[in-house]
């Protein structure tokens, strides 16, 4: 007999999205001067959801003047003032979690049990833990009486909007920055809905400035003479342009770009606990994950058994609604990353692999993918080397620790890594030699604001989390 | 020493995976002191040579890398112990380099040697400061520790010869990175003789690799190199370090620009930071 899921969908009425919504410069929202505008759509629906505008150079320049007129008296309050604006912000943040959560499904695609129960908890935390910092900044292990940079640039992507909006602006105005954020253009509502946030919790006008806008956007704002430091998460291919921008200034420069992580699982795994991590590590928000398990390395001892259990799991995977109570897998964020994961995978079964998902009915309109694994590759075809930042594995099989740790190290990127045996000594052993930010043994994709995150090589430089995340916003 | 015998010219050579070649391209160029009295001719190392050092130094990485802090930190001492003894010879190479008096000289050549010793310190606690254990919201065991970044090409000072060099080196290699450094051109002598400190010194070959010559002819090569990881800009000028800070991303290498430095100061733990990894292990707890 077999069980039916019915529709569980979260409500949409607890999210109010207004037609069109201005830039948030200087505590107020204006439209672009130009008055340009842009369509954000939900790419579960393709519905457009509302209408932004499209920041330009002379945008740019009013809010990184708004910025660095703001920064002059935030920078000047004491750490324990700046602390509790930011302890106000958690708070809210707490509060309109459910909001903020559909919001997110909304404009994102991902499913509202992540961004209910991964996304938003993040947030709230990682806002709740740099207050704290704020006025103990002298015992954080850069010198007595660090300073803040000043006005800070920070260019979000669309995988987790708002958490990386925390990720960035938390941190930043803890030590004392101002910031201009420029959130991705196709996710643009709920860094809006933080401006309101930030107008509720009282904060000075000019510390956070939100521009909506495009790559040009971007560009412009890293580019600006007057930011004194520049954060980007995003592609690398972006990341090392923003590197050649900044060469030759002052400013301080953090990146955390792509990945390729290998997540090796060893014979004496317990198998159905690495199944587990396998699909969180690669289906997790449909793939959107710069830290993504893409490249599953099993044993060769144990790749038979290990892929049926996988399919079978990967089976059992629901793909549809975003805002469905059950949904495993969302909706691809935009019709051009649904192209470049289509192409992607073409090229993994042009080039010899074997393409294998689990037959699933996709919705017919907005930008769908199933939950797809290729065995049969090898360290040479595209989709062992490129990030596909979609629900997409590539599986390839290793007979010993050390050829493991040869493949899985085998890329230009070194974001993260997972490690499957119940051997500690082994567990160890790998953790050392894997060239990654972060190794998860046993575990995959965890995330806390105590925790640093961030790339070895082309995966960028910096961390972002805990005691190291200060010092991208401290003159040291 | 009778007037009447000629004294020994020593032949100064490269130092790059532990053996003293010449430049391959066989080019050499003269070097004065600030008079403009001769002092030797200087191997002018060409972008072969920076390659060399490159496979040289990324050879090294992983003995180096994997060596014990506490290991690491008695072969920073063993460079101290050896400068230590060969003082006279820098004290006068240092002075001729860079015009000093001797005691001038000599002063510069003690903190040199004092600097490997405040290094050598370091070995074993830089990653006590720049760890953490991390208090995650959950049932996990979570770590940072930190490791060296890889391969780095470093620009020694134009200047300061023997003591900025000293001081932009021991911090790459104290915490496990290679290096590829590349000399002060008017005053490569001093560096060039390091190499045969560091050659007695149980430093593994190829952990520091040292080319006499211009900046701007090798520092766009090691800067473009997909094998470097890092590159220390210090004895660049500026328009050299932005046109090198530019090509350094084609690799995303983290890159150490230059500003104004006191060699004679504490160093502080900075130069050992630049260049290391931070990395994080979860790891669930449970019975």
Redesign the interface.
Known sequence: MAFEYAPAPESRSVVDIAPSYGLFVDGEFRPAEDGKVFKTVSPSSEEVLSEVAQAGQSDVDAAVRAARKAFEKWSALPGAERAKYLFRIARIIQERSRELAVLESLDNGKPIRESRDADLPLVA?HFFYYAGWADKLGHA?FGSDPKPLGVAGQVIPWNFPLLMLAWKIAPALACGNTVVLKPAETTPLSALFFADICRQAGLPKGVVNILTGDGSTGAALVAHPDVNKVAFTGS?EV???I??TV??TEKKLT?E?GGKAANIVFEDAPIDQAVEGIVNGIFFNQGHVCCAGSRLLVQESVQDELLEALKRRMSTLRVGDPLDKNTDIGAINSAEQLARIKSLADSGEAEGAERWAPRCELPSTGYWFAPTLFTGVTQAHRIAREEIFGPVLSVLTFRTPAEAVEKANNT?YGLSAGIWTEKGSR?LWM?DKLR????????FN?F?P?????G???S??G?EG???GLEAYLN? | MSESRLGVFKTYKLFVGGKFPRSESGRVYEVTDPKGNWLANAPLASRKDARDAVVAARKAFGGWSGATAYNRGQILYRIAEMLEGRREQFVREVAEAEGLSRSKAAAVVDAAVDRWVWYAGWTDKIGQ??G?A?????P?F?L?TTEP?GVVAVLAPQESSFLGLVSVLAPVIATGNTAVVVTSERSPLPALSLGEVLATSDLPGGVVNVLSGKAAEMGPHLAAHGDV?AIDLTGAD?EL??AL??A?????K??LRPRDEDWSAEPGT?RLLAFL????????IGV
């Open positions: 935390a292990g690398t990341g090392k342009a590197a050649r060469a030759g990146l770009l230009p567990i953790a990654a930010g972060v190794v998860w043994a046993n575990t965890k806390d105590t925790s640093p995150f961030g070895y090589k082309e960028g430089f961390r805990g005691r190291h040291v | 400061i720049a953490a991390n208090p995650v919201a959950g996990y979570n940072s970044t990881n500026a370090a932005t800070e530019t350094a991303a084609d690799n995303l983290r890159v900075d990894e931070t990395k994080t292990v979860w790891h669930p």
